[in-house]
């Protein structure tokens, strides 16, 4: 059996996002301001708001299981940025990823700052995730 590159990359960011997730104590997801460039990432062009924050064990397991059986798609070039989702360990921000919500009909693109891997999730469990977390 020959392992390919794409191998390890694709196993070596998956580790890196998952593992992210499980260093969490508060996932923080924010849309963004209204009338902002689809393609711009500051910070500043993301609400301020908790209304789509969690920080109970269940609820950040719960967004992991939105990856289950998800299309890892490597390098993704231009996407749309909808959502900042930033990951919280102790108060400390220790990691931001992105999520389009436009590119594709019935998926979500989450990725990295540098566009070097990404994840496909359905967008009907994206929603339903946001609804069920909403001001809590």
Same mark, same amino acid.
């Given at each position: 059996?020959?392992?390919?590159?794409?191998?390890? /990359? /694709?196993?070596?960011?998956?580790?890196?996002?998952? =593992?992210?997730? =499980?260093? =969490? %104590?508060?996932?923080?997801?924010?849309?963004?301001?209204? &009338?902002? &460039?689809?393609?711009?990432? +500051?910070?500043?062009?993301?609400?301020?708001?908790?209304? @789509?924050?969690?920080?109970?064990?269940? /609820?950040? +397991?719960?967004?992991?299981?939105?990856?289950? &059986?998800?299309?890892?798609?490597?390098?993704?070039?231009?996407?749309?940025?909808?959502?900042?989702?930033?990951?919280?360990? +102790?108060?400390?921000?220790?990691?931001?990823?992105?999520?389009?919500?436009?590119?594709?009909? %019935?998926?979500?693109?989450v990725?990295?700052?540098?566009?070097?891997?990404?994840?496909?999730i359905?967008?009907?469990?994206?929603?339903? @995730?946001?609804?069920?977390?909403? &001001?809590?």
């Amino acid at each position: 059996m020959t392992l390919s590159c794409n191998y390890f /990359e /694709e196993t070596s960011d998956k580790v890196s996002f998952y =593992s992210t997730i =499980s260093e =969490s %104590d508060k996932i923080r997801i924010k849309p963004k301001r209204f &009338n902002q &460039n689809e393609s711009v990432r +500051e910070d500043s062009c993301f609400e301020n708001t908790n209304k @789509y924050q969690v920080d109970d064990l269940k /609820e950040i +397991e719960n967004f992991e299981k939105l990856f289950e &059986n998800s299309e890892y798609t490597g390098y993704c070039c231009c996407p749309d940025t909808d959502f900042a989702i930033d990951f919280y360990r +102790e108060s400390q921000k220790i990691e931001t990823y992105f999520a389009d919500t436009i590119k594709y009909v %019935d998926k979500v693109q989450v990725f990295e700052e540098s566009f070097q891997f990404s994840f496909l999730i359905d967008k009907k469990k994206w929603k339903s @995730y946001l609804m069920e977390i909403e &001001n809590k």
